[in-house]
Nanobody, 119 residues
C-alpha cells in the first residue's frame, strides 16, 4: 500500500508565498513521475506542474514563472514552491505520483490540501 501525504497549504494574501510538500510511503521500488494538480468546486482537476525522476519539469501556463516544482528521490518527496500568489490560485491541491511497486505500476493521489489566496 502506497500513501501520499501532503502538507503546507493554508491562507495567504495576494502576492504571498507557500510551499507544498508531499511524501510517499509504503513498499516503493521507484517513482517515475510526480506532480501537483488543483481543483476548484465544479471544475475538473487540472495539472499545475509535474517533474520526472530525472528532473524534467512541466508547468501550466498560468503558473509559469511563479511556481517551482522540485523533488527529492531519496525521500520519495515532491515540493511546490508557490510565489506571487493570486486569488485565482485558490484551490485544493493534490499530489500525484506514478509509483512502481513490486510487479506493477500504479497512479496514486494524496488527500489534498487547501490553498486560499485572499485579495
Amino acid at each position: 500500500q502506497v500513501q501520499l501525504v501532503e502538507s503546507g497549504g493554508g491562507l495567504v494574501q495576494t502576492g504571498g508565498s507557500l510551499r507544498l510538500s508531499c511524501a510517499a510511503s509504503g513498499t516503493i521500488n521507484s517513482i517515475i513521475n510526480m506532480g501537483w494538480y488543483r481543483q476548484t468546486p465544479g471544475n475538473q482537476r487540472e495539472l499545475v506542474a509535474s517533474i520526472t525522476r530525472s528532473g524534467s519539469t512541466n508547468y501550466a501556463d498560468s503558473v509559469k514563472g511563479r511556481f517551482t516544482i522540485s523533488r527529492d528521490n531519496a525521500k520519495n518527496a515532491v515540493y511546490l514552491q508557490m510565489s506571487s500568489l493570486k486569488p485565482e490560485d485558490t484551490a485544493v491541491y493534490y499530489c500525484n505520483a506514478y509509483v512502481i511497486v513490486p510487479f506493477r505500476g500504479d497512479n496514486y493521489w494524496g488527500q489534498g490540501t487547501q490553498v486560499t489566496v485572499s485579495s
